[in-house]
């Protein structure tokens, strides 16, 4: 069994949609299809809820109208007889409807549970209109509610025994069912109420189901054709890799590259199930196979993660002061912020950090242990291959490449397939290109 996802813009009009319908009946054996919402539908769902929210009931109805107003057109579109026109209209009348129901005075206010349950709409919209056009084109489809196997814990965290354990009876107790459709992002938590998954969000949602069911191959449809050595947005001339590895695709993930979340493969790395990167616009495109495989030495990808900030503190008492590092790091903990890179020296630590919700707050304490500076509007530029000591001059290529551009932080050795910089945002473009022109001519070569 595969299991096969797709984003936001692949389900985004009726166009796309008769496209993934194709895919899907071209893809031999059995399959579970994982739909993100159609695009900007969450968003205009969050809007609704922030409108609520706030009690402006009339701004919420308004962005509810625009959004029935779009998928009155997609229905109008997308299915050819008047029988099923009339469901799938119902059907979002039905789901609207339910939304609007808070959309007044006296309505239950919008509290977190209220919010998720009204955003999980965009995936239950998108799956019942997709498996209404499935069944009007005569290809045979079972809708499958996310919410009867896809939970979290108490910590937010994925359920894994309990996924495995509903899902493998859903598929026992239906063998003649080649085609499950179901939502991804969308959840329940351990008390029973509407979740989500957060991170990663229907990737997240395709690989957990991968890992449950030991699938042959997890397909991540979206709209570019894999993943590439450098972003095709700032520099020409990229091209798709045609395989890496997970803890390459890991690291770009995390650090900018826009395809995948980076937790979003770990269920499938953790049961060894591939998976493909494939563009949707594109279908003959090979796209990006990610798996356990050999990573190549030298550089292999390029990718920046923007946001960042950067944040020393210098004081002599570091110097051979047992458990400096764990005063600072605790200061993070208690405000739940991530630290992304880390470095030190004698008497200073330069650190990195992604979150600026508690900034004022964390700095203000890290002044207790020395002086801090704080620079924002920084990025940083991910190179990820095999830096391990079987090839020479991988590093020397890079560091040649950024001999223009100056460079704030450098992170070696933390990770045998990463390599990570820091400098100013605005120098971003340039660097990339640099070092696309610099590393990559030198590892074709």
């Not at 129901?101 to 919209?125: D, M, R, T, W």
């Not at 356990?292 to 950067?310: F, L, M, Q, W």
């Not at 020479?392 to 932080?409: D, E, L, Q, V």
């Not at 990463?418 to 290109?433: D, G, Q």
Request: net charge negative; with cysteine; proline share 2%.
């Amino acid at each position: 069994m595969k299991v096969l996802k797709f984003g936001g813009t692949s389900v985004g009009t009726p166009e796309s949609i008769k496209e993934v319908a194709k895919i899907v009946s071209g893809i031999e054996g059995s399959k579970i299809v994982v739909l993100s919402a159609m695009s900007q539908t969450t968003n205009m769902l969050h809007k609704i809820t922030d409108f609520i929210g706030a009690s402006n009931f009339d701004e919420a109805i308004a962005t509810v109208d625009v959004l029935i107003d779009r998928y009155k057109k997609v229905v109008a579109e997308l299915f050819e007889t008047e029988n099923t026109r009339n469901q799938a209209s119902a059907f979002i009348e039905e789901r609207f409807d339910f939304i609007k129901s808070y959309a007044h005075e006296g309505s239950v206010p919008v509290i977190e549970g209220v919010e998720k349950n009204i955003v999980a709409q965009g995936e239950i919209l998108s799956t019942n209109l997709f498996t209404m056009h499935m069944d009007e084109i005569n290809v045979a489809s079972s809708l499958l509610s996310a919410f009867d196997f896809m939970r979290i814990d108490a910590a937010g965290e994925p359920d894994s025994a309990f996924i495995t354990e509903s899902l493998g009876e859903i598929i026992k107790e239906n063998p003649e069912t080649d085609l499950y459709v179901t939502q991804g992002y969308i959840c329940l938590n351990d008390v029973g109420d509407i979740d989500n998954l957060k991170r990663g969000g229907s990737d997240y949602s395709a690989s957990l189901i991968g890992a449950a069911i030991q699938a042959e191959e997890i397909q991540i449809w979206t709209d570019i054709d894999g993943m590439h050595n450098n972003d095709p947005r700032y520099v020409d001339g990229t091209f798709s890799l045609k395989e890496i590895s997970f803890d390459e695709a890991a690291e770009l993930a995390y650090f900018g590259a826009k395809i995948l979340h980076p937790q979003s493969v770990i269920p499938a790395k953790e049961k060894n199930v591939p998976v493909l990167l494939k563009d949707t616009f594109n279908p003959e495109s090979a796209g990006t196979i990610i798996c356990n495989c050999e990573v190549p030495s030298g550089v292999r990808a390029i990718a920046a993660k923007d946001g960042i900030t950067v944040i020393k503190i210098k004081s002599y008492r570091m110097l051979m002061a047992y458990g400096f590092l764990n005063n600072i790091f605790e200061i993070f903990e208690k405000y739940r912020t991530s630290i992304d890179m880390i470095t030190t020296s004698e008497v200073a630590v330069s650190l990195t950090i992604d979150d600026n919700t508690y900034l004022e707050e964390i700095t203000k304490e890290l002044e207790g242990f020395g002086s801090v500076e704080v620079e924002t509007e920084q990025t940083i530029v991910c190179l990820a291959g095999d830096f391990s000591q079987k090839e020479k001059g991988a590093s020397a290529s890079i560091f040649n490449s950024m001999t223009n551009i100056p460079i704030r932080m450098i992170s070696y050795g933390g990770s045998n397939y990463n390599v990570s910089l820091v400098i100013n945002t605005e120098n971003k473009i340039e660097a990339l290109r640099a070092l696309n022109e610099g590393v990559f001519e030198v590892s074709v070569s």
